[in-house]
Nanobody
């Protein structure tokens, strides 16, 4: 069993900043990729940013240069610093981890419950 606890969502004006955090705990042997996805009303869930255990990152074009993903491997945490937020960043943001529950176990994919980010003037 894995738990993902997300925090840091909220409401902010355009141009403002928010920092999302996600803590993973439970039956985890190792975590490969940690990431953030988002889903706006009426749209499909999309990748925002992801980071591997080695620190390689991948960003959606729409957030590149404004958002920064980071992780603390010792704490099994991932962060998303969001700067210069825009109306179109409004969505539910989901934490995602790809992990192994054991040394000989297959990699699994797990989602958090989501946290709302609203950018409004």
């Amino acid at each position: 069993q894995v738990q993902l606890v997300e925090s840091g969502g909220g409401s902010v004006q355009p141009g403002g900043s928010l920092r999302l955090s996600c803590a993973a705990s439970g039956s985890i042997f190792s975590i490969n990729t940690m990431g953030w996805y988002r889903q706006a009303p009426g749209k499909e869930r999309e990748l925002v940013a992801a980071i591997t255990s080695g620190g390689s990152t991948n960003y959606a074009n729409s957030v590149n240069g404004r958002f920064t993903i980071s992780r603390d491997n010792a704490k099994n945490m991932v962060y998303l610093q969001m700067n210069n937020l825009k109306h179109e960043d409004t969505a539910v943001y989901y934490c995602n981890v790809r992990y192994r529950p054991g040394i000989f176990k297959n990699e699994l994919n797990y989602w958090g419950q989501g946290t709302q980010v609203t950018v409004s003037s």
